[in-house]
């Protein structure tokens, strides 16, 4: 007998349906990954476990968990058996967190309402279980808020909520989605850990086929709400069968095109010697100004038509440079010339800001919703010294649109009306319409699922084939470095540790934190070897 | 977190100081002789000038600036143009009046206003929320003075369990004092109840939606602990804000209804003062107020630093 099982669960929302027909199980000491890309209702099966769902929700089916139909239990019932034989384990770990109790009290709570014992014990207790996830008290002593702790002592400390009394099953949704990637290497091995060590069940739910492939037993590929494929993790190994299966397994395992582009010896970016300070906003009479160093006299070069990365954990300070390079954000030393010119925060005019362009990571929050795409992409053009007549305008955006893939009718729709993958192709189209040299790419593909995520790589680099545009390529995800870029800057607390050609830093890094970033990085093919 | 309060008191200070200037500048301006009103149309020249000499109005601005300032720094706000009496006196007989209405008024409209607002968030989108939140549209959309008129109607008028108006003055008991207040009260408390049951639940509802609060879920509380237990802290942060701004509105702004309930409260003699050109008066009183609005924010600012921890640490 499984400990969970499901049995044609379907779940509707508003006479929506959302999941449908699932059929799966996991057993005791068994890892189950579930995956899919965003929409594929696979957070909604989470939630469907342990009953949380919106408002307006229908569930049919059963879902048998310890020999009770979950489906059938009352709420009060519900509520002694979330958190006490469930643990959840949501993806955002900064707002998981209450901001206002700090995280003994947090922890505690969960112990005490489960169990017949003091608060004192239960307090004790709480301690001993962040120890296990790696908090000790010396160091992260009960009294600590959340915002005192970084996103992955956050996840760590949801964690020590989620087990805290040893729970038959855990569910983890996205836990390390949100992390960096040496951060989410070490939570991985985290939960292993305590899968082992307190013989649980874990269902794991990830968009990321390389995760699930170095710690699952067995797997569901979903879409749409229902389960595609299912099997034991070697099906990874032996070959998918169903098509959306091997697009995404395609996608996951993306090499791109060979760049096949000679770059120029001409320099067209150059930033050297660049230091940006920050210090502390607190007026003080008696302490000297602490001062801190976002960016640490960091030089490199991008010549014209050259793809260079720039690859970092966050607060490494490749968000600074980058504002820098686009005079966003004044620098305190050091010198960035683009060609002749040299980039000043107080004044860009506007033929220097012509020559670069940058594209975003989130691809919701980097377009007026107010405006219509043709005046979205056609908006640069007012950095243009000569006037461009309105039908010409048409034209120039109507042509980038069928060119990064969208129909020129697109040009009269609002950007409410696009999918994430598409809003990016706007911005790419928007970033080209005044012929730039340079476009800086901040994270421009992270946000987006591996499937379209592989298309607006491939895009990319037809386009700075070309167009002959240079890029720099900023990401914390070293493998969307390799396959786009022939120059690579590794970053580390403001400085630049390792720099040189891609594949080069890739086969003999150098430097010891590229190689641990190269370990932590989840690699499909790395994790099917092992299998 | 000593540093952050002695700022607090510096900023504090020149919010007064810049009050001050403001208030005496404005009042300079507005025409109108209070010599002239005093003595009627019909006054020589050379008796007003005598009573200008008087009154010191004919000193020069920057000289009558500062004694004014100086005697409020002691305690002495001067000599009522119209009255003859020390302002210090007028003013703290009418302050015993607004500032317990005033404050009455702000614990009925809390102590309704927190709790309907809870209730409404926890059953949002059902039909007893709707039907309180229906109730304080109306409660804020009435005019305040009309409501006293029918609380007057009933309590005072059909059942006589208060007397339609007047202050028993504080001699006379505590109770009764209260008593005379109560009716006055609750027709300021209404509206204000009304608003902030509004931000309670919207402030609520949308600490309801935040990610904390489905982990609390999660670990196995029940809506309603989870709601006790995590959001209503959280959701405190605006409440306390429009609880401040009523404060203030409360001690000055209850004029109409000190007018409904013949209350000799700050508001009414602010606008006799105006009226008569009194205008030591109308300075000092403002002063007042803008002196308690002051205290007020900080005690907010206090209140804000008590509830978040994460303004406790950013002020060590």
Known sequence: MSLIQAKDLSLNIHNQKILNNLNFEANTGEILGIIGESGSGKSMTANSIIQLLPHGASLRGEIIFDNKNLLNISEDKMCNIRGKDIGFIFQEPMTALNPLKNIGDQVSEVIKLHSNITLKDSVKMAAKVLQRVGLPQEKFPLTRYPFELSGGQRQRVVIAMAIAIKPKLLIADEPSTALDVTTQAKLIQLLKKLVSEDDLCLIMITHDLAVIAEMADKIIIMKEGEIIESGSINILKKGLKSVYSKTLFAASDYKSKNINKISSDKTLLEVKNVSRDYSDNSISFFKSKKIFKAVNNVSFNINYNENVGLVGESGCGKSTITRAILGLDPISQGKITLEADEIKAENVDNEIRKKIQVVFQDPFGSFNPRHNVFKLVSEPLFLQKEKVKEKEKYELVEGLLLRVGLKASDSKKYIHEFSGGQRQRIAIARSLIVKPKLIILDEAVSALDVSIRAQILDLLVELSENFGLSYLFISHDLSLVQSITTKVLVMKSGEIVEAGETADVFKFPKHEYTKTLLDSSPNLQKALKKL | ?316
């Open chain 2, 1 to 316: 977190m000593l540093q952050y309060f002695v700022r607090r008191i510096v900023t504090l200070f020149f919010t007064l100081v810049i009050a001050s200037l403001v208030i005496f500048v404005s009042l300079e301006i507005i025409p109108g002789d209070p010599a002239s009103y005093m003595l009627g149309i019909n006054a020589q020249e050379d008796t007003l000038q005598a009573l200008r000499q008087e009154l010191g109005l004919d000193k020069p601005k920057l000289e009558r600036y500062l004694e004014w300032v100086k005697g409020m720094l002691i305690g002495d706000f001067g000599v009522s143009y119209t009255y003859r009496a020390p302002v210090i006196e007028m003013v703290s007989d009418r302050l015993w009046v607004s500032l317990p209405l005033a404050v009455y008024a702000l614990i009925l409209s809390t102590l309704i206003s927190l709790p309907v607002g809870i209730y409404a968030a926890a059953n949002r989108g059902k039909i007893s929320d709707l039907s309180v939140m229906g109730v304080t549209q109306i409660g804020i959309a009435v005019p305040n003075f009309w409501f006293a008129m029918l609380l007057v109607y009933l309590f005072a008028i059909i059942l006589r369990w208060f007397s339609a108006g007047g202050f028993s003055g504080w001699e006379a008991g505590l109770f009764l004092g209260l008593k005379s207040l109560t009716l006055p009260a609750i027709s300021l408390a209404l509206p204000q109840a009304s608003i902030l049951a509004r931000v309670m639940r919207s402030s609520l509802i949308d600490t309801l939606n935040e990610d904390f609060i489905k982990t609390a879920r999660a670990k196995g509380l029940t809506q309603n602990q989870a709601l006790i237990k995590h959001g209503i802290r959280n959701a405190l942060i605006p409440v306390l804000t429009i609880i401040g701004l009523q404060f203030s509105f409360l001690m000055a702004g209850a004029i109409i209804i000190e007018n409904v309930f013949f209350l000799p409260g700050l508001g009414r003699l602010i606008f006799q003062s105006i009226a008569q050109r009194d205008i030591i008066v109308v300075e000092s009183v403002i002063m007042l107020l803008v002196f308690s609005v002051v205290i007020v924010t900080f005690l907010v600012d206090v209140a804000y630093v008590i509830v978040d921890p994460r303004l406790r640490s950013s002020i060590l």
